[in-house]
């Protein structure tokens, strides 16, 4: 089993910046590809962004181009998303996902999910 933890969420004010982690774990877990969504209250589960296990493939969310930045530590098993001059329209959960493979992770099934961590941005 694979376990995603993140951590770094928190609140911020509009124009700020925090950087996210999740840090993955279990005997079955060999990197493979790695991602962010996030969800506001009474939307849609929203794509941030995604990273392949060499780092070379990345695609971002039409929102957060711009301002996000995913990267990896292979070595340390862990997903970071940087994010930049952030939006009261960024406040969501924030979870990390993964999977073997690169295309679960863009089409929103991967095989794991984390358990999210609370982005606040005021305004």
């Known amino acids: 089993q694979v376990q995603l933890v993140e951590s770094g969420g928190g609140l911020v004010q509009a124009g700020g910046s925090l950087r996210l982690s999740c840090a993955a774990s279990g005997r079955t877990f060999s990197s493979g590809a790695m991602g962010w969504f996030r969800q506001a209250p009474g939307k849609e589960r929203e794509f941030v962004a995604a990273?392949?296990?060499?780092?070379?493939?990345?695609y971002y969310g039409d929102y957060v181009k711009g301002r996000f930045t995913i990267s990896r530590d292979n070595a340390k098993n862990t997903v970071y998303l940087q994010m930049n001059s952030l939006k009261p329209e960024d406040t969501a959960v924030y979870y990390c996902?993964?999977?073997?493979?690169?295309?679960?992770?863009?089409?929103?099934?991967?095989?794991?999910w984390g358990q999210g961590t609370q982005v606040t941005v005021s305004s």
């Open positions: 990273i392949s296990w060499s780092g070379g493939n990345i």
């Open positions: 996902a993964a999977d073997l493979a690169l295309s679960p992770v863009l089409s929103g099934i991967p095989g794991f």
